[in-house]
């Protein structure tokens, strides 16, 4: 991924912040028909405008039909990343999400990711079911309210910010001109 290259050839620290990400949704999800009604959307372009994107990334995408809730993914990443499992969580997710169209909002669905991670499903289940995450999850929606972050991804330097899929060229431009410096190898 672009991210983990730009780490590896940057002394950069990365740091995940959740957004409220259509916060709105259902448990139960919507249809992306539903999510985007009212909206002048080609979704079948948006689909394969995503499937080119992800190939570029070296990423699977699906053929996704529905849209979840992702709060309380949110809140299990939040956890994980004080476990053993903070690099692979949000990949995990994503794959669940983009590629096999789970509904991450069903808790069931969180603790078997966190399983396959080699994550405790019962601690995962714990996290989930008394919601100790939530006030972690509402500082990082707090935060990214504050910085003006109104989708995903976005990256920020300091003040410098970079919205949107970018080559990874481009992300590399960004980060020297926020002032990276690249490893010595």
């Given at each position: 991924m672009r991210v983990?290259?730009?780490q590896t050839e940057f002394d950069i620290d990365l740091k995940?912040?959740?957004f409220p990400l259509h916060p709105s949704t259902p448990e139960a999800g919507l249809t992306l028909e539903q999510l985007f009604a009212g909206r002048?959307?080609?979704i079948p372009a948006s689909k394969a405008r995503m499937v080119r994107l992800m190939a570029e990334e070296g990423l699977d995408?699906?053929?996704r039909?529905?849209?979840y809730n992702s709060r309380l993914a949110?809140?299990?990443?939040?956890w994980a990343e004080s476990e053993k499992g903070t690099q692979g969580i949000h990949r995990a997710l994503f794959r669940a999400y983009f590629v096999d169209?789970?509904?991450l909002s069903e808790i069931s669905v969180l603790v078997t990711i966190a399983g396959q991670l080699?994550?405790?499903?019962?601690e995962a289940f714990e996290v989930l079911r008394t919601r100790s995450s939530r006030e972690s999850v509402d500082a990082d929606w707090t935060r990214s309210q504050r910085l003006g972050v109104t989708g995903v991804p976005t990256f920020r330097i300091d003040k410098h910010v970079a919205e949107g899929a970018h080559p990874y060229e481009m992300l590399e431009k960004f980060v020297v001109h926020a002032g990276g410096e690249k490893r010595r190898l």
């Open positions: 983990e290259r730009l995940w912040t959740h002048q959307m080609d995408y699906g053929d039909t529905m849209t949110q809140e299990m990443a939040k169209g789970l509904n080699g994550l405790s499903e019962d």
